[in-house]
Nanobody, 118 residues
Framework: QVQLVESGGGLVQAGGSLRLSCAASGSIGSIAVMGWYRQAPGKQRELVAVIITGGSTNYADSVKGRFTISRDNAKNTVYLQMNSLKPEDTAVYYC????????????WGQGTQVTVSS
C-alpha cells in the first residue's frame, strides 16, 4: 500500500517562510513525477509546482521566484520551500506523485493547511 504523508504546514505572517515535506512509502518501484497542488476555499485545486526524476521543474506563475520545489530520490520525498508568503497563498496544500508499483498511477496526500496572515 502506497502512502504520501505531508508535513510542515501552519500559520505564518505575510512575508514569512514555510517548508512542506511529503514522503512516499510502501512498495514503490519508481516515482516519475512529484508535485504540489493547492486548494483555497471556494476555488478549484491548482498546480503549484512539479519536479520530475531528472530534476526539471515547473511552477505556477503566481509562485515563481518565491517557491522552490526539490526532491530526494533516495528518500522518496519532495519538498516545497515557500518564501515571501502572501495571504493569497492560504490554502490546503496537497502532495501528488506518479508512482509505479505493478502499475503506474497517481497518488495524493491528505493535505496540509497553510495560512498566511496579513
Amino acid at each position: 500500500q502506497v502512502q504520501l504523508v505531508e508535513s510542515g504546514g501552519g500559520l505564518v505572517q505575510a512575508g514569512g517562510s514555510l517548508r512542506l515535506s511529503c514522503a512516499a512509502s510502501g512498495s514503490i518501484g519508481s516515482i516519475a513525477v512529484m508535485g504540489w497542488y493547492r486548494q483555497a476555499p471556494g476555488k478549484q485545486r491548482e498546480l503549484v509546482a512539479v519536479i520530475i526524476t531528472g530534476g526539471s521543474t515547473n511552477y505556477a506563475d503566481s509562485v515563481k521566484g518565491r517557491f522552490t520545489i526539490s526532491r530526494d530520490n533516495a528518500k522518496n520525498t519532495v519538498y516545497l520551500q515557500m518564501n515571501s508568503l502572501k495571504p493569497e497563498d492560504t490554502a490546503v496544500y496537497y502532495c501528488n506523485a506518479h508512482i509505479t508499483t505493478s502499475i503506474t498511477r497517481s497518488y495524493w496526500g491528505q493535505g496540509t493547511q497553510v495560512t498566511v496572515s496579513s
